[in-house]
């Protein structure tokens, strides 16, 4: 027998109130009148902030249609996953792969949306090539100026006054608040992230500029960004808002850390805040927590993918709340935040699956696996409706 929690119970209580309250729509399906444009996220909090998603190539593509038909119907805005990233765009000097980055704008337009570019320069998922030279040696500073100003201006040229923001530079701060030491730094130091905004600021003087980063919550790495956003504006460069990747578990980061860099960026004047990457994972990190030999595999998949079969109730209460108190602080601070962006539309596509373990069942997204809304958006209707 399991026993809850009075705390818990009242959770439970609150879902069911608001799942009963739908009648038969937790039963409908993403293109149905329940999950349909009367009461889609991108409606829901129209006049607060853009409702974005991530698309993947197989959507992009339109492969899978029950999830082009979800982005479709409950969301605004929408953001490459990986098709717009340099190994994928040029993954040899000079030659341009353009097909999904097309499609993916194309999409964006013929749906109205508001539409990220993602991402112009970052360390991982950089093509080998830009950094050295035939011998395999590191390029000399003038070289890796001339690539990246190459491919910055032909990416967001090509989109010029199609793409409304671009995450210029995504993860270059430490969690200490330091430079990561990424080929980019090891050869150009901090310049390299002035140069970047410089160049795509020159490419589309339009376009909206964003730097990019996981662990936003922690000080030290948003005193970091802080340092490094006062550079930019100190040397007369153009940034428009900084993403606060959402990354986040059940138990960190803490809401009151969260807010206090929602809050701080704000401040810095001229800059707006996104959450960038939301997902919830329900799952324990095997960075966070010991006890299983990585050797026996059994072991180690039942403790670090407990969930194959779905989420017990207490635990799936639990995540509906916790999801909710973020989405009370973003409503809070309604007024510094431009857009909220779950990564990835349902959990079936959810990279948390397969990271930090592979193979894993997570369910860290607002839509299931059959793409149904999940307890949490009746939730966030309750409480728009009630506002």
Do not use: C
Not at 264 to 280: K, Q
């Amino acid at each position: 027998m399991v026993f809850f929690t009075r705390k818990t119970m009242k959770i439970i209580l609150v879902i069911i109130a608001v799942v009963l309250s739908w009648g038969g729509h937790a039963q409908t399906t993403a293109n149905s009148s329940t999950d349909g444009a009367a009461q889609s996220l991108k409606k829901l909090f129209d006049g607060k902030f853009y409702m974005g998603t991530a698309m993947n190539r197989r959507q992009i593509s339109g492969e899978n249609q029950a999830e082009v038909a979800l982005i479709k119907t409950q969301f605004n805005s929408i953001t490459p996953e990986n098709v717009m990233k340099s190994e994928r765009l040029q993954p040899r000097e000079g030659e341009f792969t353009f097909d999904l980055a097309d499609a993916f704008v194309a999409f964006g337009e013929a749906n109205d949306m508001h539409i990220i570019g993602h991402t112009l320069i970052w360390h991982s998922q950089a093509p080998r090539w830009f950094f050295t030279d035939k011998q395999g040696n590191d390029v000399s500073p003038e070289v890796l100026k001339q690539r990246m100003e190459s491919h910055i201006k032909t990416v967001v040229g090509r989109y010029k006054g199609r793409v409304h923001g671009w995450d210029v530079v995504n993860e270059a701060i430490l969690d200490d608040g330091s430079y990561r030491e990424s080929k980019f730094y090891e050869i150009l130091g901090e310049e390299f992230i002035q140069l970047a905004f410089q160049y795509a600021h020159e490419a589309d003087p339009e376009a909206a500029l964003y730097y990019n980063d996981y662990s936003m919550a922690n000080a030290g790495k948003r005193g970091g960004v802080v340092k490094m956003v006062k550079a930019l504006q100190e040397n007369g460069l153009r940034i428009d808002g900084i993403g606060m990747q959402g990354h986040v578990g059940m138990h960190h980061p803490s809401l009151d850390e969260f807010e206090k860099s929602i809050t701080t960026f704000a401040d810095l004047g001229g800059v707006t805040v996104m959450v960038t990457e939301l997902d919830l994972s329900v799952l324990p990190s095997p960075g966070n927590e010991g006890g299983a030999e990585i050797s026996d595999t059994r072991a180690y998949q039942e403790k670090f993918n407990p969930y194959t079969n779905g989420l017990p109730d207490e635990v799936n209460a639990a995540f509906t709340e916790r999801y909710l108190d973020f989405f009370k602080m973003f409503l809070k601070h309604g007024d510094k935040i431009s857009r909220v962006t779950t990564w990835g539309a349902a959990d079936a596509q959810s990279w948390k699956n397969n990271w930090p373990v592979r193979g894993r069942t997570d369910y860290p997204l607002l839509f299931d696996r059959e793409y149904q809304a999940k307890p949490i958006v009746h939730a966030l209707i309750e409480l728009m409706n009630n506002q």
